[in-house]
């Protein structure tokens, strides 16, 4: 299939951060940027329109859930994911490698690719390097992902081997899945493992661009290690990167982790935390997370964020969404994840403002006081 092929233009830069602009024939995404999950297809609870509101630029949605159901062959004959959701605007689709770890029971790993039971209805199901880029193919996204192998930071004298093996074979997929992808419109990332070894980290990148990839993302990460941990591994990582490549970090999500990783060089993420913790009652703020449930927000009639001159953020109370949640009305959880998206989309806006100002480490350092001064 043919079709303009998505070119990243990088823009200022304000000490390793930078900003850019990510451009696909669905549109343009200004980075850094942050992308909300549609696990399904969908936000959770949210519409399009909803995500509009909120100023979101792009989607990610994931490969495995929607292989599982309804799958892709009937996406694609509906007119591809776009058409099928109703979202016009840049969409991303991860490998379904980290899904198929996580959630897969009986998953069986060989060099061929990864046999797993759907979680549905028990079928047996096989992912390889090829199969993926086919169903990425087919769902349409303009972004998409190398299919890896997922090893977790543990900590243990043995993780480093397993590391190196899940790296290695990273790596050997990476170059079945450059192999296989053959639509022009779609950007392809290599995806960046390594464990917790710096030194293997920089191995992955370098051997990452020798294979020919122009966009690049960190996975692994964001799963329970130490902040300085991850601050090494990212600088790592990106220290044997091509400037104009595109960098994404997979699956971080929480405001003053995004700030961090921004000031290393990241342009893209995506991840559940925003709308996951506004189901569960949590608002994000400059002043850090507060969670609704509690009892000292009965009477408060402050709206979410004061300086917010949005609907749901600028003038919803927070004593009205409190009696919402404590009420079991849904309504509660989706104006929780509206007002938390919004405020994501904010402070990437912000992110993007302190940089082309040449400002963002005296902003970055001022914004991290405050939101962790209740830590």
Known sequence: MSGDAPRFEVGRSSGAARSGRLCTRRGTIDTPAFLPVGTHGAVRGLSVADLRAAGVQ??????YHLHLRPGEEIVARLGGLHRFMGWSGPMLTDSGGFQVHSLSEFARHAESGVEFRSPLDGAKHFLSPESSIEIQQNLGADLIAALDVFEPITGDADEPRRALEALERTLRWAERCREAHTRRDQLLFGVL???GRPEQRRWSAGRSVALGFEAFAVGGLGLGESRDLRAELVEASLAELPPPAPRYLMGLGRPDDLVEAVARGIDLFDCVVPTRHGRHG???SDDGPFNLHNARFREDDRPLDPE???????ATSRAYLHHLLRSGE?????????????YYMRLMVRMRTAIEGDRFEDWSRGWLKRYRASD
Do not use: D
């Open 308 to 314: 917010s001159g949005e609907p749901v953020s600028g």
């Open 58 to 63: 792009g989607i990610l949605a994931n490969t």
């Open 330 to 342: 849904v309504l509660g959880q989706r104006l929780l994840s509206q007002h938390n998206l919004a």
């Open 282 to 284: 949590q608002a994000f």
């Open 193 to 195: 493992q390594g464990g």
